[in-house]
């Protein structure tokens, strides 16, 4: 199968931390960019920690390389005339898209000042005020843990879209249903925007597990049983995080979804194996196929 011609493909980064992190970032770049993604993303650090980090890793990657950089941008806690200069900065690096999100609120109730927005969707409005850039926001297959109810999540998350959002990403998941009945269930709402998938392959899976219980991203019982089962192999662990995550690729395609998003934790080999796996890019021949048993 090679979808690659109709579908986006997108790869996320983060900021990297110190000498180390940033020459690993710079080798996946170096490795990915082969793939020719549609865009790659570099999120925004919560309470402010790395919101210089995004601009100079963007600035990075803009400069030296052909890829379209797309900065995620939260508005919680965040002054009008911060993001205002934010976007002005973005606007003459030659971005343009952006990942308009809230942000998480600062655990145990404790951070600076809330910021004039509380919500992405006064964020969405405020980009498309100021102009020039497409806009993509974050929604939740499985439900944002802070809805009180899924109706209220995809009504809100149809909010963003009128707001002027011109496409989604997921967060990721790991049942292919959860997207599926989402999907459909929006686009009753007047939702007609792509909403890209995002997949997450389980490389390391006690960090996937912390990060799952505070995003609210189910693992089923079946992988958690199979990864537990692996707690002391971690090259089995991967290799079976990677055989699910291009199975649930392979079937995403398969049914429609406009793109995937891959989450890489700036690390370039699962998604390249996924990509040889799904014969999306067939000249990668060093790399063997993963095998794992599903079943
Ligand atoms: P919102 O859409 O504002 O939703 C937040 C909550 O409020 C939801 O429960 C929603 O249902 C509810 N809500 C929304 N509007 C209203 C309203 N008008 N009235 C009442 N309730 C409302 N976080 C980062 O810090 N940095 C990143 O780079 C980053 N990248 C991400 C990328 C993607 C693709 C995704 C899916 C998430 C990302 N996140 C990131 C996490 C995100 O910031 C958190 O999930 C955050 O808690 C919610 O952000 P949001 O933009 O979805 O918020």
Request: glycine share 8%; with cysteine.
């Given at each position: 199968?090679?979808?690659?011609?109709?579908?986006?493909?997108?790869?996320?980064?983060?900021?990297?931390?110190?000498d180390?992190?940033t020459?690993?970032?710079?080798?996946?770049?170096?490795?990915?960019?082969a793939?020719?993604?549609?865009?790659?993303?570099?999120?925004?650090?919560?309470?402010?920690?790395?919101?210089d980090?995004?601009?100079?890793?963007?600035?990075?990657?803009?400069?030296?390389?052909?890829?379209?950089?797309?900065?995620?941008?939260?508005?919680?806690?965040?002054?009008?005339?911060?993001?205002?200069?934010?976007?002005?900065?973005?606007r003459?690096?030659?971005?343009?898209?952006?990942?308009?999100?809230?942000?998480?609120?600062?655990?145990?109730?404790?951070?600076?000042?809330?910021?004039?927005?509380?919500?992405?969707?006064?964020?969405?409005?405020?980009?498309?005020q100021?102009?020039?850039?497409?806009?993509?926001?974050?929604?939740?297959?499985?439900?944002?843990?802070?809805?009180?109810?899924?109706?209220?999540?995809?009504?809100?998350?149809?909010?963003?879209?009128?707001?002027?959002?011109?496409?989604?990403?997921?967060?990721?998941?790991?049942?292919n249903?959860?997207?599926?009945?989402?999907?459909d269930?929006?686009?009753?709402?007047?939702?007609?925007?792509?909403?890209?998938?995002?997949?997450?392959?389980?490389?390391?899976?006690?960090?996937?597990?912390?990060?799952?219980?505070f995003?609210?991203?189910?693992?089923?019982?079946?992988?958690?049983?199979?990864?537990?089962?692996?707690?002391?192999?971690?090259?089995?662990?991967?290799?079976?995080?990677?055989?699910?995550?291009?199975?649930?690729?392979?079937?995403?395609?398969?049914?429609?979804?406009?793109?995937?998003?891959?989450?890489?934790?700036?690390?370039?080999?699962?998604?390249?194996?996924?990509?040889?796996?799904?014969?999306?890019?067939?000249?990668?021949?060093?790399?063997?196929?993963?095998?794992?048993?599903?079943?």
């Open positions: 199968m090679n979808t690659r011609k109709t579908r986006a493909f997108s790869f996320e980064f983060f900021p990297p931390k110190g180390q992190g020459d690993r970032l710079r080798d996946t770049i170096r490795h990915l960019a793939l020719k993604p549609q865009y790659v993303s570099v999120t925004f650090g919560a309470g402010g920690s790395t919101r980090g995004t601009y100079q890793t963007a600035r990075h990657i803009q400069k030296t390389t052909d890829l379209q950089v797309v900065p995620h941008l939260s508005c919680l806690g965040v002054s009008r005339e911060a993001l205002q200069e934010t976007l002005e900065r973005y003459d690096l030659g971005v343009r898209r952006i990942v308009a999100l809230r942000g998480d609120k600062p655990r145990g109730g404790h951070g600076g000042p809330p910021g004039p927005f509380k919500y992405a969707n006064e964020l969405v409005s405020f980009i498309r100021f102009g020039g850039f497409s806009i993509t926001v974050g929604c939740y297959p499985e439900f944002h843990p802070e809805s009180p109810d899924p109706q209220s999540c995809m009504k809100n998350f149809a909010r963003k879209v009128r707001a002027g959002a011109d496409e989604a990403i997921t967060q990721y998941f790991f049942s249903e959860a997207y599926y009945t989402f999907v269930n929006v686009h009753r709402l007047g939702v007609d925007v792509p909403i890209v998938a995002g997949l997450m392959p389980i490389t390391d899976y006690q960090q996937i597990a912390r990060f799952s219980t995003c609210g991203a189910d693992i089923p019982l079946w992988i958690r049983k199979r990864m537990e089962a692996f707690a002391n192999d971690p090259a089995s662990q991967k290799a079976f995080g990677i055989e699910i995550a291009t199975r649930q690729a392979e079937d995403l395609l398969r049914q429609g979804a406009p793109g995937i998003h891959f989450y890489t934790l700036n690390k370039a080999e699962a998604t390249l194996r996924i990509w040889k796996n799904l014969g999306l890019f067939p000249a990668l021949k060093e790399l063997a196929p993963v095998q794992a048993s599903v079943s």
